[in-house]
């Protein structure tokens, strides 16, 4: 089992452009979630999917976004970047019927110059 | 508004002594539990859970946690630390649902540093 994986490793962007990153959840698992980690933090809460819909939004702007598809992968797509969105994207899976924790994925490093 | 807690930013020990890593928490009721850990650019690793039960929770690693309502406490131990536990140890609630991997909020984290 793979677990949760993510691409790419890293990124780099301007400022004002648009970034995708994509999440595969573990084998099993139909419900993805998303953090932004800045660096020195702890991860912060941006919104889970769960069929397909966003389920739950933490305290992001509508520049994140997110999209999921019938195989549970999942993607978030960030526009108008600005520095500030610098961080790690973590993308974390879990089963929504099941007591599950969630499985984390290693992580997508997101640059904005 | 829910919030953890993790006062000590860096912690120190020599390898082979023991470790309690502080966490508290904040909710509007028992939330689960859970403790990872983050190695260097890597993602985050399950180190134990809270869900309900014996509130003394083994994990992986030899890492044990307990659970203290009264104290609104997530102490995570181990007895003797080895140098490859030097990482960053991450505490983090969620709500009681459906599942147990729904919005978790996390602490600051704390770095613990290992001595040889």
């Known amino acids: 089992d793979a677990g949760v994986t993510q691409s790419p490793t890293h990124l780099i962007k301007t400022r004002g452009q648009q970034v995708t990153l994509r999440c595969s959840p573990k084998?099993?698992?139909?419900?993805v979630s998303w953090y932004q980690q800045a660096l020195g933090q702890g991860p912060q809460f941006i919104f889970q999917?769960?069929?397909?819909?966003?389920?739950q939004r933490g305290n992001f702007p509508d520049r994140f976004s997110g999209h999921q598809f019938p195989n549970y992968s999942s993607e978030l797509n960030v526009n108008a970047l600005l520095l500030g969105d610098s961080a790690l994207y973590l993308c974390?899976?879990?089963?929504?019927?099941?007591?599950?924790?969630?499985?984390f994925g290693p992580g997508t490093r997101l640059t904005v110059l | 508004a829910q919030s953890v807690t993790q006062p000590d930013i860096h912690i120190t020990v020599s390898e082979g002594a023991s470790l309690e890593l502080r966490c508290n928490y904040s909710?509007?009721?028992?939330?689960?539990l859970f403790w990872y850990v983050q190695s260097p650019g890597q993602g985050l690793q399950l180190l134990l859970k809270?869900?309900?039960?014996?509130?003394l929770v083994q994990g992986i690693k030899g890492f044990e946690a307990e659970f203290k309502r009264s104290q609104s406490s997530f102490n995570l131990r181990k007895p003797s630390v080895h140098w490859s536990d030097a990482a960053e140890y991450f505490c983090?609630?969620?709500?009681?649902?459906?599942?147990?991997?729904?919005?978790?909020?996390f602490g600051t984290g704390t770095q613990l540093k290992v001595e040889l």
């Open positions: 084998s099993g698992h139909d419900t």
């Open positions: 983090a609630v969620g709500p009681r649902n459906t599942g147990g991997g729904n919005k978790l909020t």
């Open positions: 809270y869900f309900s039960g014996d509130t």
């Open positions: 974390a899976s879990s089963a929504d019927r099941a007591l599950t924790p969630s499985i």
């Open positions: 909710y509007g009721a028992t939330p689960y």
């Open positions: 999917y769960y069929e397909e819909e966003e389920r």
